[in-house]
């Protein structure tokens, strides 16, 4: 198994690209803690992985807040003693707005979920990883931080931001042995968030859901949305040995939407 005797916290667990990344790091033998602020759908997801005969545990939790992030870290190293694997996904998009209409609330709260929590996570990993001399952090960012989208400043400024802390992570943590890589996923319509987006989109323009998403998915090469479990087995792939000698990248999961 690509991740035997591992321990892997995932933010944005319970649903979604988070649930079908925990899934499938259970499969292949890590000890999962999974985080989120939905109670129910946590317990929901580790049941699933649990029945399935893989490791699991639920962290609820609000990642705008420095202390639950302290929770998090906490609770997976008293459930399985030890931390190999970060997995920033959380994630929320926010006003569906264009910027002068964006409250600053509503822009700090996206920023903190988005960006500040990752922050905030890697700083209490990175430690115990430097003293192990490995490990490894992805960060779940998205196809919208390459491209020019309107009405989603927060969201992309959140993103963006994501990659370059991708990058300097990258440059410090790799003389300890620690790989820090991202991964921009394209439209995963069976998601909540990109469904209540089609819907936001569909209202603001005056136009059918199916109409939005259509002339999106026409900027995609392969004409399709993506999977939460196309993006799950490239999280795999770069938590594991097998991506030993890449690091301080971007991965896109999109379909051929974006091309740097």
């Not at 999106?216 to 087995?233: D, G, W, Y």
């Amino acid at each position: 198994m690509l991740l035997d005797g591992q321990v892997a916290i995932v933010t944005g667990g319970g649903r979604g690209i988070g649930r079908a990344i925990a899934r499938k790091f259970a499969a292949e033998g890590a000890a999962v803690a999974l985080a989120a602020r939905s109670d129910n759908e946590l317990r929901e997801a580790v049941a699933e992985i649990r029945n399935a005969g893989g490791r699991a545990v639920a962290v609820p939790a609000d990642l705008a807040r420095e202390t639950d992030c302290d929770k998090i870290v906490k609770a997976a190293r008293d459930a399985f003693g030890a931390i190999h694997i970060l997995v920033n996904n959380a994630g929320i998009y926010g006003p569906v707005r264009m910027i002068e209409a964006i409250a600053p609330r509503d822009w700090d709260e996206v920023l903190a979920i988005n960006l500040r929590a990752p922050y905030l996570l890697c700083r209490l990993v990175l430690p115990e990883m430097y003293q192990r001399k490995s490990g490894s952090i992805l960060n779940i960012s998205s196809v919208a931080a390459k491209a020019a989208f309107p009405m989603n400043g927060p969201y992309t400024a959140s993103k963006a931001g994501l990659l370059g802390l991708t990058r300097t992570l990258a440059a410090e943590a790799a003389p300890a042995g620690v790989r820090v890589n991202a991964i921009c996923p394209g439209p995963v319509t069976e998601t909540r968030m990109s469904q209540e987006l089609t819907r936001a989109f569909a209202d603001y323009f005056h136009s059918a859901g199916d109409e939005v998403l259509n002339r999106m998915l026409e900027n995609i090469l392969q004409r399709r949305p993506q999977t939460a479990e196309e993006v799950a087995s490239a999280a795999l792939f770069l938590a594991s040995d097998q991506a030993s000698a890449i690091t301080g990248q971007t991965l896109n999961v999109d379909g051929g939407m974006a091309f740097c």
